[in-house]
Nanobody, 124 residues
Framework: QVRLVESGGGSVQAGGSLRLSCAVS????????MAWFRHNPGTTRDQVASIDSDGGIIYLDSVEGRFTISQDNAKNMLYLQMNSLKPEDSAKYYC??????????????????WGQGTQVTVSE
């Protein structure tokens, strides 16, 4: 079992930056694919960025070059640095873990563990 707790969300003007953090606890002896998703009511939950157990990283096209996913295994932390934020980045952001450690699939159904989410609001 893995527990994920996000922090770092908030309100920012367009062009600003935020850094989301995800504290991972529980069974950290196993490798996971770690990812950030975002969701707005009435829409699908989209994977924003993922990092697999070999360090392979995938980004959603719309955030490529603006967002950076990283992890600190010693501290059991996952991060999402978000720069040049746009109003369309506004959403609730979730940290998620999948037991498919070697390859990160984009489907949210394959992620077994989820945090409670942190809200990001970007104004014009």
């Amino acid at each position: 079992q893995v527990r994920l707790v996000e922090s770092g969300g908030g309100s920012v003007q367009a062009g600003g930056s935020l850094r989301l953090s995800c504290a991972v606890s529980g069974d950290t002896s196993q490798s996971y694919c770690m990812a950030w998703f975002r969701h707005n009511p009435g829409t699908t939950r989209d994977q924003v960025a993922s990092i697999d157990s070999d360090g392979g990283i995938i980004y959603l096209d719309s955030v490529e070059g603006r967002f950076t996913i990283s992890q600190d295994n010693a501290k059991n932390m996952l991060y999402l640095q978000m720069n040049s934020l746009k109003p369309e980045d506004s959403a609730k952001y979730y940290c998620a873990a999948s037991p498919w450690a070697g390859v990160c699939y984009s489907a949210s159904s394959l992620f077994r563990f989820w945090g409670q989410g942190t809200q990001v609001t970007v104004s014009e």
